[in-house]
Every structure is written in C-alpha cells, then in structure tokens.
C-alpha cells in the first residue's frame, strides 16, 4: 500500500517555475514507477512525465518536454516535477500516481495523490 501526498502548487505568472513534489509513504515507495499527471477544467486528464522506480528512465509528454524534469530521491520517498518556463496552458490540477509497472501515456496507475492546482497566469 503506497499514500500519497502532492504539494508545491500555486499561482505563478507565465515564464515562472513551480517544483511540485510528490512525497509517498511505505517502505517499498523505492520499487513503484511514478507518474505526473494533470488535468484542466473541462478537460481530461493527460499524462505529463513518468520515472522509473531506479530514476535511470524518464518520460514525458509532448507538451512539456523539454520544459518540466521529473526526478526523484528514493531516500526520501519523494518524486519532483520541476516546471520551468510555465504557460497558461499548464493550468489545471496536478497529480502524481505510482504503480508496480512503469506506465507512459494513460493513467493506469493503482495509487494516486489527492492533487494540487497550478494556476498560470498570462
């Protein structure tokens, strides 16, 4: 059993940065692949990025890639989403879910935060 907790959201002005973190209780956090994922008023929920339970694997969609890195620190039982160069199309609620299997691109995920809004402004 693995919980989860989102924070680091907020309001930010276009071109700012946010770090969410996603720390997650359970001794075995190390082994789960965790992903980001966000979703929009409206709209559905999309995959953002993805890591691998050793880090040595990320993912990331379209997007945002090379404008958010996700990261993490086993020892700490917490994965990062650092957003940089933030527009207001990144607006929505943000959550990190982990499971067993890396899953890239749907939201498959057996465990999942609570969420945390990230709002953009123009």
């Known amino acids: 059993q693995v919980q989860l907790v989102e924070s680091g959201g907020g309001l930010v002005q276009a071109g700012g940065s946010l770090r969410l973190s996603c720390a997650a209780s359970g001794r075995t956090f190390s082994r789960y692949a965790v992903g980001w994922f966000r979703q929009a008023p409206g709209k559905e929920r999309e995959f953002v990025a993805a890591?691998?339970?050793?880090?040595?694997?990320?993912y990331y969609a379209r997007s945002v890639k090379g404008r958010f890195t996700i990261s993490r620190d086993n020892a700490k039982n917490t994965v990062y989403l650092q957003m940089n160069s933030l527009k207001p199309e990144d607006t929505a609620v943000y959550y990190c879910a982990a499971d067993t299997e890396l899953v890239v691109g749907t939201d498959e995920y057996d465990y999942w935060g609570q969420g945390t809004q990230v709002t953009v402004s123009s």
């Open positions: 890591i691998r339970w050793s880090g040595g694997s990320t």
